[in-house]
């Protein structure tokens, strides 16, 4: 009986989008264990990181920006708030807003988060040089921004495009 052939695998012909999503989810598992220890998730030091530069946003801006249903929001703000990293205050401008805010402890957290990843980051990249690396930044900085082209005479990208309908896509 002929034994089947063994399927080779040559790198010159492997999708492209397969090879990023296989580096993403192999990055986004390492990324997990380092946010673990501290207690937080991919999508809490996402949450954490806009919260540091855009504070005083409410739970449903948050939803919106990250293209989320409120209450999908609203129960990652609770856990946040039960872990004491943020806190909520009624709005200076309207008082039915709440607005959120990293606490202190929130803002401590963060900073070992973004130390602690950014060495993975360094770790991951480490099998390019310098020049590389600004080159893979690049590139990918050019195929986001062609995809994040409004077609002529469609006004607004996320009225119009089914890219910005999925749940999770965060919005600039």
């Given at each position: 009986?002929?034994?089947?052939?063994?399927?080779?695998?040559?790198?010159?012909?492997?999708?492209?989008?397969?090879?990023?999503?296989?580096?993403?989810?192999?990055?986004?598992?390492?990324?997990?264990?380092?946010?673990?220890?501290?207690?937080?998730?991919?999508?809490?030091?996402?949450?954490?990181?806009?919260?540091?530069?855009?504070?005083?946003?409410s739970s449903a801006e948050l939803a919106r920006l990250y293209d989320v249903k409120p209450q999908t929001m609203i129960k990652q703000i609770a856990l946040l708030e039960t872990k004491g990293l943020i806190g909520r205050r009624v709005s200076d401008a309207n008082k039915r807003l709440l607005e959120l805010r990293l606490t202190p402890a929130g803002e401590r957290t963060l900073a070992q988060l973004q130390k602690d990843t950014r060495t993975l980051e360094a770790e991951l990249l480490a099998p390019l040089d310098g020049e590389e690396q600004a080159q893979l930044r690049g590139l990918l900085f050019r195929l986001l921004d062609s995809l994040s082209v409004v077609p002529a005479g469609d006004g607004d990208a996320e009225e119009f495009t089914d890219e910005y309908r999925r749940a999770g896509v965060q919005r600039p």
């Open positions: 009986m002929e034994q089947a052939a063994e399927p080779t695998s040559d790198r010159t012909t492997q999708s492209i989008l397969h090879l990023v999503k296989q580096v993403q989810y192999k990055a986004y598992v390492r990324l997990e264990a380092v946010l673990g220890p501290l207690g937080v998730t991919a999508v809490q030091f996402r949450i954490l990181t806009t919260l540091s530069t855009r504070p005083d946003l």
